[in-house]
């Protein structure tokens, strides 16, 4: 399910979908891991809709309780940045 959300969100299939299978996954396994890669996903598809403060405070909450340096993460935070200050 994480793979496939990823997959509709990233490559703008069918993001409000990919949206939904982060929340069915949340529920099936809501363990602080897996909480956090999908909280990226979901902070990535709310990106992909042009919410970009929203996904910004998502991003920066997950950031600070972060299991361990994601770079990949640290790049989707990098770019949500951007597109807040670029759209002030």
Sequence with gaps: MNRL???LI???RNIEEGLALVD???NLSPDK???FWLMDIRGWGLYKQGKF???LELFEK???QRPKYDYDVY???EEVRNAVASSK
């Design 10 to 12: 990233d490559k703008e």
């Design 33 to 35: 891991y897996t909480y």
């Design 24 to 26: 069915k996954a949340l």
């Design 75 to 77: 790049l989707h935070l």
């Design 62 to 64: 997950i950031w600070e």
């Design 5 to 7: 959300a990823w997959f």
């Design 53 to 55: 403060k929203e996904s």
